[in-house]
């Protein structure tokens, strides 16, 4: 089964610090994805990246937030200065071409104090 | 109103019963994906469907596209203690899979 891995798996952090949250999508996928889902509701898109850049985002990403493929593998998702209300899990995302098969990583839990 | 609507928001059963979950969407849904998740987990996907009428098994899970109604159904058969979790489904209402809507989720536990 192919997989998205995800680090961290958790991570804590003081109000107004940068956090950068990593993925490793699956090796042949050409789309990628981010999404968020706060404790106890929907899973909520945040921005979808092809070919090197964003294309589609959310009202949630605003500039505080960036997405950057540095190399061939890695996708990170940054948040510039975390609020207490960005304190949510963090799933990374990706498909092929098709599109037919979404696979979500396991997710990196952010908590924002 | 939501545009993606699951029903119900929660099931018990007892093992080896049958269930069915429904997800309705407001918009034409042009792709209908299906995710299991365990609390504090990542989403497992489970199929997807695109055209009306289509329907996809894999082992007791079976899933089904009624395009009209916008609405697809999840059905387990004979369910087992393993397919407790949350049910989740994801559509594509925009024409490509750029974005998925999630509905809320249904709670599946499932009691010996």
């Known amino acids: 089964e192919p997989e998205v891995t995800q680090t961290p798996s958790h991570q804590v952090t003081q109000m107004g610090q940068e956090v950068i949250l990593r993925c490793v999508p699956i090796?042949?996928?050409?789309?990628f994805y981010w999404y968020r889902q706060i404790l106890g509701q929907k899973v909520e898109f945040l921005v979808s990246f092809y070919n090197n850049e964003i294309s589609e985002k959310s009202e949630i990403f605003d500039d505080q937030f960036s997405v950057e493929r540095p190399d061939g593998s890695n996708f990170t998702l940054k948040i510039r200065s975390t609020k207490l209300e960005d304190s949510a899990m963090y799933f990374c995302?990706?498909?092929?071409?098709?599109?037919?098969?979404?696979?979500f990583g396991e997710g990196s839990w952010l908590t924002v104090v | 109103s939501q545009e993606l609507e699951q029903s119900p928001q929660s099931l018990i059963v007892q093992e080896g019963k049958n269930l069915t979950i429904n997800c309705t969407s407001s918009?034409?849904?042009?792709?209908l994906y299906w995710y299991k998740q365990k609390y504090g987990e990542g989403l497992i996907f489970l199929m997807m469907?695109?055209?009306?009428?289509e329907e996809k098994s894999h082992e007791k899970i079976t899933a089904k596209l009624d395009e009209k109604k916008q609405q697809s159904s999840l059905h387990i058969t004979a369910s087992q203690p393993s397919h407790a979790g949350t049910y989740l489904c994801?559509?594509?209402?925009?024409?490509?899979?750029?974005?998925?809507?999630f509905g809320t989720g249904t709670r599946l536990q499932v009691f010996p």
């Open positions: 995302a990706s498909t092929d071409s098709t599109g037919n098969t979404i696979y």
């Open positions: 090796s042949n996928h050409l789309y």
């Open positions: 469907l695109q055209k009306g009428g």
């Open positions: 994801g559509a594509d209402i925009m024409g490509h899979t750029d974005k998925l809507i």
């Open positions: 918009k034409t849904l042009y792709g």
